[in-house]
C-alpha cells in the first residue's frame, strides 16, 4: 500500500472547466451586455475582489481589521494624482498605485501589529479615519469637497462612452483574476501552509518553528497593495472622488464583512457565494430603503446562528465539496 498527496479532487477539476468557460463569457460581455449589465458586472468584481483580500487577511491570517477603506481611499486618490499631476495614463499606471498602496503599508504595519485582537480592529478603523482626514487637506484634489476627472484624462482611455466602458471593465475583471489568482498560489505555497496553521492554532504554528509575524507582515503588505488597485478601478469607473466616499467604512468593509461571513469566511469559495448572495439581495432590496439594511443584519444574524461558517462552510462540512484546489489530501493507492 503506498499513498500519494494531491490538492484536486473530481469536483475542483469540474470546476477548474467551468471557470475557463464563465471567464471567456465574461470576457465577451462588452459585446452581450447592456452598459448597465457592465457596470453591475464591474461592482460585483470589485466587491469579490475586496472579499477574497479580506478573507485572506481575516480568515487565514487572522487579522480582522475594519480598517481595509484606508487602501481603497489611497488607491483612489493616488489615481486621481498620477493622472491629474503627473500625466500617467489612468490603466496603465495600476502596477504602481499596487506598489506604492503597499508601500505605505510597511510603516502602518510596524504600528499596528503592536496590537492584539479588538484593539488592532480599532486601531485599522483609526488609521483609516487618518487617511481620510489626511485626503481632505489636500487642497489640490478638492480638499473635502472631492474632484472630478478632467475631460481630456477619461477621452484619454477611449473616444467612446462604450470603448471607456470596456476597457474599464476589461481592466477590472483582469485584476479581479490576478487577485484570485494570488490568492489561490499563495495558500498553495509554503506561506500557505504556515498561514493554515496560524489560522487553525496560532500558539501550535508559533511552536513549530513558524513565524507568524512575518507571516501576517506578508499578507498585510500584500493585500494592502492589491487593495489599492482595487480602489483606483473603483473610482476610476465613478470618475469622482472625495474623502468620504472613498474612505467609507460601510462601503468598502462593513459590505465586504458581511459577504465574507455570510459566504464562508475562512473559504476561497466563500468570498464568491456571499458575493452572489450581497448582490442578489441588494437588486433585490434595494428600493426598500433603510429596511434593506436590516434585512441585510437579520439574514447575517440568522447565518451566522444555524451556519457559523457560512454557507460554503455549510456545504463543504456537509458534503465534503472544494471547489478550488488548495487543501492536500492524501490518496491510499494499492500496489
Not at 463569457?25 to 448597465?36: F, K, Y
Not at 484606508?70 to 499596487?98: C, H, N
Not at 496590537?115 to 485626503?135: D, P
Amino acid at each position: 500500500m503506498s499513498a500519494r498527496v494531491t490538492s484536486g479532487s473530481a469536483g475542483s477539476n469540474f470546476f477548474i472547466v467551468f471557470a475557463i468557460l464563465l471567464v471567456i463569457a465574461l470576457i465577451a460581455a462588452p459585446w452581450w451586455a447592456g452598459r448597465a449589465d457592465i457596470r453591475l458586472l464591474n461592482e460585483m468584481l470589485l466587491y469579490l475582489s475586496l472579499a477574497c483580500l479580506w478573507n485572506l487577511l481575516a480568515g487565514y491570517a487572522g487579522l480582522v481589521s475594519v480598517g481595509q477603506q484606508a487602501y481603497v481611499g489611497l488607491g483612489g486618490y493616488l489615481l486621481f494624482a498620477l493622472a491629474m499631476f503627473a500625466g500617467l495614463p489612468p490603466l496603465y499606471v495600476l502596477p504602481l498605485i499596487g506598489l506604492l498602496g503597499a508601500l505605505v503599508s510597511i510603516p502602518v504595519a510596524a504600528l499596528i501589529f503592536r496590537l492584539k485582537g479588538a484593539y488592532f480592529a480599532i486601531g485599522s478603523w483609526v488609521i483609516a479615519e487618518v487617511f481620510r482626514l489626511s485626503a481632505a487637506q489636500v487642497t489640490a484634489l478638492g480638499g473635502g469637497s472631492g474632484t472630478s476627472l478632467p475631460t481630456s484624462i477619461v477621452k484619454s482611455i477611449s473616444d467612446s462612452r462604450a470603448g471607456r466602458d470596456s476597457a474599464i471593465y476589461w481592466s477590472v475583471l483582469g485584476l479581479t483574476l490576478v487577485i484570485i489568482t494570488t490568492v489561490v498560489l499563495l495558500l498553495r505555497s509554503r506561506q500557505g501552509f504556515a498561514l493554515k496553521a496560524i489560522r487553525d492554532n496560532e500558539l501550535a504554528a508559533s511552536s513549530l518553528g513558524i513565524n507568524t509575524w512575518r507571516t501576517k507582515f506578508i499578507v498585510y503588505v500584500v493585500t494592502a497593495g492589491l487593495t489599492s488597485m482595487i480602489g483606483a478601478m473603483i473610482f476610476l469607473q465613478k470618475l469622482r472622488i472625495t474623502p468620504d466616499a472613498a474612505f467609507s467604512v460601510n462601503d468598502w468593509t462593513a459590505f465586504v464583512i458581511f459577504i465574507v461571513v455570510i459566504g464562508g469566511i475562512g473559504t476561497l469559495e466563500g468570498p464568491i457565494i456571499g458575493t452572489l448572495v450581497f448582490f442578489l439581495l441588494r437588486e433585490t432590496l434595494a428600493d426598500l430603503g433603510s429596511i434593506y439594511l436590516m434585512i441585510l443584519g437579520a439574514v447575517a444574524i440568522v447565518i451566522m446562528l444555524y451556519a457559523p461558517t457560512g454557507v460554503w462552510g455549510f456545504i463543504r462540512s456537509r458534503y465534503g465539496i472544494e471547489l478550488f484546489p488548495v487543501t492536500p489530501r492524501v490518496i491510499e493507492k494499492k500496489d
